[in-house]
């Protein structure tokens, strides 16, 4: 699955952004969706993953009750809203994509399918 993600820039401290990804897939349903994101000298690290059809979601303790992910699959779409941006919040930020079939976990602990391009946030202070 090819992924296309988009929305990122720069945005002051405690503001909000969003970013979103667009799966070129013939069913977006077959795929469990999540986001990661990596800060310079850094390595990747989960933010976010969301089910097949979005009724569960997961979040890691770094963006949990600031970042909400949710996907459109009528239009193939996964997004991330962040909210009460910290500056420790600025990286490349990753859509991964992760075969339905496998627990929203395995999604979590890095196991991806599909990689998007990344797409820059920067928070400043």
């Known amino acids: 699955v090819q992924l296309q993600a988009s929305g990122g820039g720069l945005v002051q401290a405690g503001g909000s952004l969003s970013v979103s990804c667009v799966a070129s897939?013939?069913?977006?349903?077959?795929?469990?969706m999540g986001w990661f994101r990596q800060a310079p000298g850094k390595e990747r690290e989960f933010v976010a993953a969301?089910?097949?059809?979005?009724?569960?979601?997961y979040y890691a303790d770094s963006v949990k009750g600031r970042f909400t992910i949710s996907r459109d699959n009528a239009k193939n779409t996964v997004y991330l809203q962040m909210n009460s941006l910290k500056p420790e919040d600025t990286a490349v930020y990753y859509c991964?994509?992760?075969?339905?079939?496998?627990?929203?976990?395995?999604?979590?602990?890095?196991?991806?399918?599909?990689w998007g391009q990344g797409t820059l946030v920067t928070v400043s202070s």
């Open positions: 991964a994509a992760a075969a339905a079939q496998e627990p929203l976990i395995t999604l979590v602990r890095g196991q991806v399918q599909s």
């Open positions: 897939v013939r069913t977006f349903e077959d795929y469990v």
């Open positions: 969301v089910s097949w059809s979005g009724g569960s979601t």
